[in-house]
């Protein structure tokens, strides 16, 4: 399965992006998806995944009520709708895919795109 990331940008505090990952070669509907970031310095941390039935969402805490995780198994595609962006969310994010079942453990995912930078001024 190949990952590839888009959407990401500059954007002022308060703003908004939406990020995009398109799949290829395997069956998309079959993966759990999961969105995670990286800030300079620091560990990749979760933010939220998808089951591949698209019926179960999970969040990390601080991103809570301001990012939502969808999928369309249509299009091979998987997004992060992010607002009321926050300097701290300043971070390279990743998509991956894995068997099923998301998770919040990065460990767990068998596949990642490149990553796409989100930089959020203040």
């Known amino acids: 399965v190949q990952l590839v990331e888009s959407g990401g940008g500059l954007v002022q505090a308060g703003g908004s992006l939406r990020l995009s990952c398109a799949a290829s070669g395997g069956t998309f509907r079959s993966y759990a998806m999961g969105w995670f970031r990286q800030a300079p310095g620091k560990e990749r941390e979760f933010v939220a995944s998808i089951s591949a039935s698209n019926t179960i969402t999970v969040y990390a805490d601080s991103v809570k009520g301001r990012f939502t995780i969808s999928r369309d198994n249509a299009e091979n595609t998987a997004y992060l709708q992010m607002i009321s962006l926050k300097p701290e969310d300043t971070a390279v994010y990743y998509c991956?895919?894995?068997?099923?079942?998301?998770?919040?453990?990065?460990?767990?995912?068998?596949?990642w795109g490149q990553g796409t930078q989100v930089t959020v001024s203040s």
């Open positions: 991956a895919a894995r068997w099923r079942d998301a998770t919040a453990r990065k460990n767990d995912y068998d596949y």
